[in-house]
């Protein structure tokens, strides 16, 4: 069930334990792709993942603005602080537990979000009455061996995109964006990332090939990440969540 | 400009100094109005009334949960803090003012988010560079004499619904969710409102008769806040924004 | 019963469950009205309200120091921060609380308080043990017809102090007082206020003609502001707080 | 120059670049002293120690609420965290330095509020532009050998009321007062206090015997605290406040 | 127990409701003592008074970094602001209350954390669980006549680590930093302290007279602190830490 | 230079620009391990990494409590929150700054700090004055293919004490250690860690077996720590920390 789409009758009359809240980010994506990549991808996902689960899952708004500080260099990149995006996300999850949604994936699409998702999972479980639970999911640690090749605006997001919004990637700037591209993400030594932002290590933002990422690698993407979700939601939906005991 | 559709060389590329941040609830509206209705007008009047000035405007990506604690009674009521409302609202725009688009319309569709958005804006414009600005626009406050018939899934909202998204309306529920509503919003006692939630006054959550909103209604709604929003846009374009000297 | 003048003895043997506390500012108001103005007028209308209402009543001290920094380019306002101003009234009201004076009148004489004390009553409400309740009430919009003709330093507040305190109103410059008064609050486009600061529209910090503000209208303010404060508090102490039940 | 009767104009017109601000507290002090003591004491001591000075000194509102909460077990005690205080002084002596009044005292008489003027004063004078400055001055401790004498609502206070507000002392308690006091502040164990309220250790709220507290004690008592804020207000106008320099 | 040596299984095992938690500060100590004086001064103390009770008692890590802000000027001070500190020190104790460790002493080495340790040891009491008990215990303020010398770098502190960690004194320093030290703490005029920061009263950051702190006075100082200290742990050990009820 | 041991004449003294600071936690780590490990293990690498260095590096007290909420359902591990946390490490690096130590490296033992660490590196790095910069090392994750053995309590960090701390492990209780340990950190569906905390999959808090961490391994793995950590220093002090460019 879509919440933007639905009344509240229609939320009061189905049975939905599950939520999802897909959170992404509006931040450069490189020459070739969208801004509203991370929204654009979270959703795709949180919307495939949710078919394939035969259980009503509440579907919320996506949250579009995340911790991106680290593209400010490229135009147009929004952001907000950890401490506000954590807040933000925590609070609107409460309020779905406060109508009995007590089982919340968060449907990530972003990089920088990772960390801070994680720590909100932990607070809104711990400190929550006892019987709620939320977990992030990030779609491109999840599909497998695919998820070694995640760059930023590299071939797994450029697949996504191709396959389920292909209007918004320019391909006529995709072998430019794949020149300037850099190889991996970070500059590294002794195993510690010496950059904050990618624009200490990327001309143009992208990093990895986008060239690599078809849209039949989209379609396999999407696949995976949908199995994957649909797996996550009914193993918490199974789950027993009341917390560890004292030892 | 779109920002969630364009790439950060399509915003790099621009000329534009001004912006429109869409600015929503989800929240119950009633057995007929979808909870995501604060954002869908909110959205429309922010494109239409981009759309009617002859200047590069960006537009981001709408800000989708706001203050709407005083719904929560009702099933699907999404909800955060004033505090973090205004913290996400107000460092979003930051990231705007980043980037020199420096001069913001908040574009509100939410009745709860009125006065977060008067501090957010003050404090963006105080506290800001000199050059910064940023002001809430209220769609609803801004149709002329129409604008005494606001309530909650009431004429306005429901008219403003059939105009941009009818498919959203269960005109099938609309006579009941008339029936139920409240004639007005609150419960007041020597120009004080005793009530907080707007379960105190509304069994349905609806204030006002949405069979007054026609898609007619809906039309001339757009255009109203659509022109006055335009106008605005215009008036801050050219707008001193140094700050007053003291006296 | 006065708190501040009374011991605590005084206030354990007294039966009241109502309080109020009168909330003011120290800022600007004309070259012909003290900074002084909105503790006056908050403290002379929580007094005379309480007077008239039948039951034993607490009347806590002023707070003296409220937002307006609205006002800060003329020399002597005083302000705090927004979140400042709502943590100390917040906290204060509960330690009132705490003793069982549950049903509580913010008796306000600053516009700009407004916004932040009903945010301050919804929390105070909500969050607070089943049986509190906090409400603001703001007394120039509570003098009926009257009430249209409030500005800064005006009519309104010229003829209350003209009653309650005539030795503060500097007779001998009322004239220029008045010559250099805006006609209105703000700066209107589109139904936005375009400016955040007084000094933005009044040269001398006045809004409206405070020659219209006599003796005479002074006392029918007080009475009007007055009884309407005491159905206020006979309407508050019968009312049933406990909060509305979820849909 | 009591700032709340001064117009701002007056406020402009004045050379005064020292200020005071008296700050109180709304606390039981026995059956026969009022809650507001440390208000009324306050603001005695500032207005009399202004008067000692041949300088302009503008004088600002009491802060009335204050650190209380070891008092909270007595009726009509109020309070706020230390949080809350420390930035709704510190905000207001900061709008004082806006306009100018850059070496501020505050004029303390809580003792409760102690730690957290120092603590205020400090951040006030490391962080404020360079020339701002802000110190505490609580007045019981500026009496020479009557300090030691002073309890809470004994002998000192009880003086000092007597001398500026004799009304308020319930004289037909004093004996009460006196028999049920505690002698000393606190439960001592190898210099801890391990009380931290005061219904730990005092039955009436009472410390010390208000039986001493003569109004010949108090005018003397008077003179003293002025005097001693009058050589302070001196100080601060001659003292070079720049910063201290690195090692 | 030493619970940094210890196991979570030794930890399980043992039968200790008391704990303690040195806090110190690293912070400049004149030309002869070093930064972390403080923290070995606490631990010692700490040890020591353990060590004379017959109790099992926790020995949590020192807390290395307090609240300096006063002595920045000298090179290698490191500080944070007593926000930070009174959480940090707050929550560390909130851990050792969760496991049972109910009743804490806070063994302080710095005059700066004094007044924060204080209002965190209130807030811990006050809004833990019923049972729940801390208190800080400063060990200069509790070695009888001797308290009176305290000052910098001085007597006491030069005492007490020539005792404990004589390697840590440069005596060929020692009477270079008498030279220069200052006579006593602060700037005082009218019984209010001018001065916020060491440098502005002291050239080499020492207050009192290193060459009156032989080892002798050290272990005279340790054996009185350690006496102190444990007479404080069987006092807390007995005391009833239910809160006091209203009047 | 360890600055505990320094005085500030020394620090003012030398030429270091370079600066590590040990951060730990005081948390379990098994039936044989102590619950100061992550403290120990962090000192002994920030130690021998700057011993490794041919310039000064000033090394600071370690952190002893960290972000270990995790391991809170086995006595006696300590742990502040993540704000908590993150202050104060911020503010002690921003204190080193202040002195011009403007190159840190945040030496951590603890993987629950990992993301915390990030964060405020990111933040010390962006928000410092230009020239600043601060970076975590995780002594575990630098150890080449030892770091995929890593667990808790397990081979790596028994190794490493038995290293550097042969008397805190308790060898009787070894074997029982690796009995009931687990095979892997967390409960992983879909690429989902869906514990939050060690008690979900750890009976013992261990994970992963101690009898595979001789001190041999040990030897190896503080020299390899040392090494890059030694290599990172010598990387940030060549480094241009200057801020990127906007594109």
């Given at each position: 069930?879509?919440?933007s789409d639905a009344t509240w009758?229609?939320?009061r009359d189905c049975e939905?334990?599950?939520a999802v809240v897909p959170v992404g980010s509006t931040e450069q994506h490189g020459p070739h792709a969208p801004l509203g990549t991370d929204v654009v991808t979270a959703e795709a996902v949180a919307d495939a993942g949710c078919e394939r689960v035969d259980r009503e899952v509440v579907r919320a708004p996506a949250i579009p603005v995340g911790v991106a500080e680290e593209h400010r260099q490229f135009p147009g990149?929004?952001?907000?602080?950890?401490?506000?995006f954590r807040s933000y996300v925590r609070e609107s999850v409460e309020s779905l537990f406060y109508h009995g949604f007590e089982r919340v994936v968060l449907v990530n699409g972003h990089g920088g979000n990772v960390d801070a998702l994680r720590e909100v999972g932990a607070r809104l479980t711990r400190d929550g009455d006892e019987g709620t639970y939320a977990v992030p999911f990030t779609w491109f640690e999840a599909v497998g061996d695919h998820s070694s090749d995640m760059g930023h605006g590299g071939p797994l997001e450029t697949a996504l995109l191709r396959e389920v919004a292909p209007e918004l990637v320019r391909e006529d700037r995709v072998d430019e964006a794949s020149a300037d591209a850099a190889d991996g993400w970070g500059e590294w030594v002794s195993?510690?990332?010496?950059?904050?932002?990618?624009?200490?290590?990327?001309?143009?933002?992208?990093?990895?090939?986008?060239?690599?990422?078809?849209?039949?690698?989209?379609?396999?993407?999407?696949e995976l990440a949908a199995a994957a979700?649909?797996?996550?939601?009914?193993?918490?939906?199974?789950?027993?969540?009341?917390?560890p005991e004292r030892r």
């Open positions: 069930m879509d919440l009758t229609d939320v939905a334990e599950l990149t929004m952001w907000v602080s950890p401490d506000t195993y510690a990332n010496l950059a904050y932002d990618s624009a200490e290590f990327s001309d143009n933002g992208v990093v990895g090939d986008p060239r690599e990422g078809s849209a039949e690698r989209g379609e396999e993407l999407l979700l649909a797996r996550l939601l009914e193993a918490i939906a199974e789950r027993d969540v009341s917390r």
